[in-house]
């Protein structure tokens, strides 16, 4: 009927995005022109003072006249670009962080290229989380940081937590984990997608080296939710000659990250597959028997209710093996859109403050619901574990971090090949 109205220009259309796609190797799902990483998305100001070859340090230019004294490291997951903590400044997590008074490191991912396929699970920890916090720490001159772990992030930064408690290293004040698995009993669709074999054959051909593709993962993702990020887009794109409108959040999730193999596959088989990581001593990780329930600090740990790769009751077991006093949210909505929901939107809800135990069920039955956006909570908690008031820095930096280019770096706009 569409093509009949239009004269045949909507088939026209379609079958050019169609093509266009087709050179993509995926079907658009936002209109990716509309954006430039720097320009118009993820551009608030800072500096990268560190890098090596896997991760930058960016340290943001405060908002506010006044900092807490320990300041906030953000890990992003790896497995995606870092900005969807920093969208545009009307939604970005990094800037509300800001305005509330933390000084905020953030650690941006490289893209892997072949060059790097040899890196590890432990490179991940060691050159990324650890470096990443002694640089936080070195530039304040504070005696610990607050740290931050979004998804896989969470689960990088819980790692290295606890081998830094093996060692009786006393670095972070608190641990912030966001739609995050240190429990993989039930990792809801993706659990039915790893199997030996698949895991098995995934080693032998990368696990001594090579590249998980970041499209390859992508496609997982989207493939778990066709309805909503695949087929409507072909309809719209190619029957209805239409191209997609502008989507920020769409952007950031069609941007992939390639892998290490070695990393991708200790990462798959000791969480997906086997559970390891949530047994103590079962996984040696920078030399050491890794017991995650000897990370005894205040964590607060946020899952959202509809998430379909991280299920929220998975998430809820993280209360039940961290040592320290743990305050869990459950906030509506998905995996990112859940996450990233600034409270000037007043959009949603979010539970607090249900009963603790072992039961996710009953903590939900018992819990308080709350309109709007969970940040102004976790900014309220943070602020107990953040130290005293102190004037802001105007310089960025130190003498052994100085500046190496303007936020939000080039790491982060490298695309996955």
Not at 63 to 73: C, F, I, K, M, S
Not at 101 to 116: E, K, M, P, Q, Y
Not at 183 to 189: A, L, V, Y
Not at 304 to 313: A, L
């Amino acid at each position: 009927q569409l093509a009949k109205e239009t004269g045949g220009k909507s088939l026209t259309e379609g079958m050019n995005l169609f093509f266009e796609d087709m050179a993509k190797g995926r079907v658009s799902s936002t209109d990716e022109k509309a954006y430039e990483v720097g320009k118009n998305i993820a551009v608030t100001p800072g500096l990268v003072i560190f890098e090596n070859d896997l991760i930058q340090v960016i340290q943001y230019k405060p908002t506010t006249d006044e900092v807490y004294q320990r300041a906030l490291l953000l890990v992003p997951p790896a497995i995606n670009k870092f900005y969807i903590l920093d969208l545009q400044p009307e939604n970005s997590f990094v800037r509300f962080a800001l305005d509330q008074g933390h000084t905020v490191f953030l650690l941006s991912w490289r893209n892997i290229d072949a060059s790097l396929g040899r890196l590890t699970w432990d490179d991940y920890l060691d050159q990324g989380v650890r470096q990443a916090i002694d640089v936080a720490l070195a530039v304040t001159n504070a005696d610990k940081v607050n740290a931050l772990g979004f998804c896989v992030g969470g689960t990088l930064l819980a790692s290295m937590l606890a081998v830094l408690a093996a060692r009786n290293e006393d670095k972070v004040s608190s641990m912030t984990l966001l739609t995050t698995m240190l429990d993989f009993t039930d990792t809801g669709e993706i659990g039915s997608l790893v199997t030996e074999h698949s895991v098995a054959a995934r080693e032998a051909a990368i696990g001594n080296g090579g590249v998980m593709q970041g499209k390859e993962l992508a496609f997982t993702f989207t493939s778990l939710r066709a309805n909503d990020l695949m087929w409507q887009y072909v309809v719209n794109n190619y029957l209805k000659g239409k191209a997609p409108p502008a989507f920020d959040l769409l952007y950031w999730n069609a941007d992939s990250t390639n892998l290490p193999g070695p990393m991708f596959c200790w990462y798959v088989r000791n969480t997906y597959l086997e559970n390891n990581l949530r047994q103590p001593g079962r996984t040696v990780q920078c030399g050491e028997e890794v017991d995650l329930s000897l990370i005894d600090i205040p964590a607060f740990l946020y899952a959202s209710r509809e998430d379909h790769i991280v299920p929220w009751r998975t998430a809820y077991q993280s209360t039940q093996i961290l040592a320290g006093d743990n305050t869990f949210v459950l906030g509506a909505s998905g995996h990112i859109a859940g996450v990233i929901n600034p409270p000037a939107k007043k959009k949603r809800n979010f539970w607090m403050a249900g009963e603790a135990g072992p039961d996710p069920e009953r903590w939900l039955g018992t819990a308080q619901s709350v309109p709007g956006s969970w940040w102004p909570v976790w900014s309220q908690w943070l602020a107990q574990h953040a130290g005293d008031k102190m004037p802001a820095r105007v310089k960025l930096g130190n003498r052994d971090y100085r500046k190496i280019e303007p936020a939000p770096g080039r790491y982060v706009k490298a695309k996955a090949e």
